[in-house]
Each structure stands twice: as C-alpha cells, then as structure tokens.
T-cell receptor
C-alpha cells in the first residue's frame, strides 16, 4: 500500500515567491495534518482537516500561509510570499476516523527560501 | 494546550544494552501517547502507542509504560541494535480529544556497535 505521498521532496525558492506543497493522504483516511519541523521549534502542527474541512488552523503562523483540501485525496499548503524564516521541513500526515489517533507521516518537503 | 517534555535530548548506548526515553505531559485529560522514530531524511514513523486505559504495552524489543497519576510515559528499547539509531519523539493528545498531537523535542539515540 502506498503511504502518504508528498511533492516536491525539495524546494528552493527566492524570497517573495509563491510556494505550493502537495500531499496525497493514504487512501481511506479522512483526517489530514500539516506539520512544520525546524531545529528551533521541533514539530509543530499547522492545520488539521477532517472530511476535507479545516478543523483547527490555529498553528498557521501568518496570513501568508494557506491550506486547502479540495477532495479526499489531495491537499495543498501554500506560502505567499515566502520568507527565509519559512525554511523548514514540511510534513503531511493522515489518519483514519475521528477517534483513531494513529497518524502516518509522509517523507516531507524540505523548503529552502533564499 | 498540551505541553510535552522529553528527556534526554541525546542518548548513547552500547549495542545490546537497553535504552530508556522519558516524557511528561501537562493535560490530565490526554488519553493517547504515541512514539515515533525518525531516521535521517525521512518522516516520523509510528513505532508504538499506548492509550490511557492500559499501563504497559510491548512489541518485541520495544515497550511503553504509562503512569497517568504522575503524567509521564516512557519508551524502553531492549537489546539495542545499530539500526535503532535515530531520533525518537513522544507525543500526546490534548483535552479536546481531537486528533491533534503535541510532540516532545526528540531524543537522538546512538547505538554504538
């Protein structure tokens, strides 16, 4: 079975540019999570969807960040405009059901903003 | 929200010895406590979890214990092998019962052959 798929795996962009990260959750999972990992702050939850609806976006750092889940098999995290401090590894994770907590992570996207 | 603390930040053990990583949490309503292993360049991988209705769970060489009264839980790895070398994260849910996980800061485990 395919796990969580993320693309691209690496992204290098210049400050001010728009960045779009993509995620395909595990088939059948109906909860999707976006995390950011940095040395300074560790793993932080950015936003969480259930049945394609955003449930908690309190972790989204600024209005420059937005996330969508147009259908059960696809989600995007967009940063516009990007800044050097956005450089991090962004992970997508998915889980099944409202009461099942096992989250399965994708391989991550390493973002570098110069 | 939930606050999860993890110790130690680094741990080195000889191959074959045991390794123990400890975490504490702040929200007494937390009821799910997973452990993740992250290898270099990869995403965190769920290795074991425990729910609040049990005190211990074991899976081959790894085990997790939970003390709800003291609000702490631990990961135990026995007969360590070089491939156990990785960063380990503990996590806990918060009182909302939602799927949000709050992660510890990680423990870098090195198993010396």
């Amino acid at each position: 079975d395919a796990g969580v798929i993320q693309s691209p795996r690496h992204e290098v962009t210049e400050m001010g540019q728009e960045v779009t990260l993509r995620c395909k959750p595990i088939s059948g999972h109906n909860s999707l999570f976006w995390y950011r990992q940095t040395m300074m702050r560790g793993l932080e939850l950015l936003i969480y969807f259930n049945n394609n609806v955003p449930i908690d976006d309190s972790g989204m750092p600024e209005d420059r960040f937005s996330a969508k889940m147009p259908n059960a098999s696809f989600s995007t995290l967009k940063i516009q405009p990007s800044e050097p401090r956005d450089s991090a590894v962004y992970f997508c994770a998915s889980s099944f059901g409202l009461v099942s907590y096992e989250q399965y992570f994708g391989p991550g996207t390493r973002l570098t903003v110069t | 929200g939930e606050n999860v603390e993890q110790h130690p930040s680094t741990l080195s053990v000889q191959e074959g010895d045991s390794a123990v990583i400890k975490c504490t949490y702040s929200d007494s309503a937390s009821n799910y406590f997973p452990w993740y292993k992250q290898e270099l360049g990869k995403g965190p991988q769920l290795i074991i979890d425990i729910r609040s209705n049990v005190g211990e769970k074991k899976d081959q060489r790894i085990a997790v214990t939970l003390n709800k009264t003291a609000k702490h839980f631990s990961l135990h790895i026995t007969e360590t092998q070089p491939e156990d070398s990785a960063v380990y994260f503990c996590a806990a849910t918060d009182q909302t019962g939602a799927n949000n996980l709050f992660f510890g800061t990680g423990t870098r485990l090195t198993v010396i052959p």
